[in-house]
């Protein structure tokens, strides 16, 4: 199976905003009233998690070891500081799966960026590989971003030259654009075409639309501006969750320190920052629900 090619035949037509649906446009409709109303009724993660049955069952990598990950630290919004000696980038990077994990021995070695903004941004993926070494040599490459004109590729030379200053091998790095997929669409916890836009679940694209197996190894990135606890919620009651070996998950809250010094949630506005009605106690949840189920789950910045 081309799974770039089904990806595609499946996907196409799916466009729209997901971060800021106001600020960048974009009339998100149903999609933004709907996760307003889950985040106003929020109340844990109550849900079993659910055992899936899958044709190739056998976790990859096999050596993953909860035992090296690092200490949530919810009093510091997760990640402490972005920069200094005790900054995240000091602190959380080590710990990441590949470090201790063998990712060439699984069948497929996919990374999802959801949220992807820019390409190059800073938080980009190609900054991602920066901290992350050991996804340059993956062989899928999938990112999603909703709000148009932000997410493209380099031409082919200017491509291979940054893949390559990153420490890609000069084969990998020339096959790279063939081995990377592109999607505006929104990203939600079930997928729903009646929703303006289409919305596009997070399970139904993992299992369904990817084809993905425990077998895989499968390394996604997540900042969906507050969507990210339905979504979780739902991978965990679905099962859906045994597909995703490492997950660096961005969490939005109504947070105290972010309040006073960003304005966060001082602004209300119907279908943005609904996520305010999310806690502290909410976002330490999600990210022990997660781990608990045996997702090596880390902050995002």
């Avoid at 997901?18 to 844990?44: H, K």
């Avoid at 993660?45 to 659910?50: A, E, L, Q, S």
């Avoid at 390394?219 to 099962?239: F, H, N, P, Q, S």
Wanted: include cysteine; proline fraction near 7%.
């Amino acid at each position: 199976m081309n799974v770039r090619k089904v990806t595609l035949a499946l996907l196409s037509g799916l466009a729209g905003a997901q971060n800021a649906c106001g600020t960048a446009g974009v009339n998100c409709g149903e999609a933004e009233a709907l996760q307003t109303g889950i985040a106003q009724q929020w109340s844990g993660f109550g849900t079993p998690v659910k055992l899936g049955t899958w044709s190739r069952p056998q976790r990859c990598p096999p050596e993953t070891d909860f035992g090296r990950l690092e200490d949530l630290l919810p009093q510091k919004h997760f990640r402490g500081p972005l920069s200094g000696p005790a900054s995240y980038f000091k602190r959380v990077p080590p710990h990441y799966l590949g470090h201790h994990a063998n990712f060439s021995k699984c069948e497929r070695s996919v990374y999802i960026d959801v949220g992807a903004r820019e390409f190059d941004s800073k938080e980009g993926m190609l900054s991602t590989f920066a901290v992350y070494p050991q996804l340059l040599g993956f062989d899928e490459f999938y990112a999603f971003e909703a709000a148009s004109g932000f997410y493209k590729l380099p031409p082919q030379p200017d491509l291979v030259r940054r893949l390559q200053r990153q420490g890609m091998s000069a084969a990998r790095a020339a096959s790279f654009a063939r081995r990377h997929f592109f999607l505006q669409a929104f990203i939600g916890a079930r997928s729903n075409p009646s929703t303006t836009p289409p919305t596009l679940g997070f399970s139904d694209l993992l299992k369904t639309m990817l084809g993905l197996q425990p077998a895989d190894a499968v390394v996604v990135k997540m900042d969906v501006e507050g969507y990210e606890y339905d979504i979780v919620r739902t991978l965990l009651a679905d099962g859906t969750h045994a597909l995703i070996d490492e997950i660096l998950l961005e969490v939005h809250y109504g947070h105290p320190a972010m309040m006073r010094r960003f304005n966060w949630c001082r602004m209300p506005k119907p279908g943005w920052q609904f996520w305010c009605s999310y806690s502290l106690q909410n976002a330490t949840a999600m990210y022990r629900a997660l781990r608990d189920a045996g997702v090596y789950a880390h902050h995002w910045p």
